[in-house]
């Protein structure tokens, strides 16, 4: 991920994903960015919109059983994770699907978050 990313491509983003046929909806997912993504495009109606896509995606898939996930988002830019910390936020008060939502500075912080071993997600990434 980098660039400007709008609310229109996270949720595009979602609905392609839930399309997969390899689609797990009781994931745990790590989304890496950085410094040169930029979310600016976030405020706080936008980010409503992308849970309620994410919950409406998620929830509509034939394989959802209601298990709980998280998300660990990677992103070096303060500003970048204190945006994206709102997005946790909202999934604690607004979202029907449980999930948990946390944003890092490192790729080691989220990959013990997740229960990962940081090294295999380090070559994934590549």
């Known amino acids: 991920m980098g660039g400007r990313v709008t609310p229109e491509e996270a949720e595009a983003a979602i609905a392609a994903a839930a399309r997969d046929p390899r689609f797990d ?3 745990d997912d790590l989304v890496l960015g950085g410094d040169e993504t930029d979310f600016s495009a976030f ?3 936008r980010i409503r919109r992308f849970v309620a896509a ?3 995606h998620i929830r ?3 394989l959802y059983d209601g298990t709980p996930t998280r ?3 990677v ?3 303060p500003g970048n994770r204190g945006m994206l ?5 909202l999934y604690e008060t607004e979202a029907e699907v449980p999930e948990e939502v946390q944003t890092f500075a490192s790729l080691t912080d989220a990959a013990h978050w997740l229960g990962r071993d940081p090294a295999a997600l380090a070559a994934y990434r590549r």
Request: aromatic fraction near 8%.
């Open 85 to 89: 910390r709102l997005i946790g936020a």
């Open 54 to 56: 994410f919950d409406r």
């Open 75 to 77: 992103l070096t830019h």
């Open 25 to 27: 909806p009781a994931f």
């Open 71 to 73: 998300t660990a988002i």
């Open 60 to 62: 509509a898939h034939p």
């Open 43 to 45: 405020d706080t109606e």
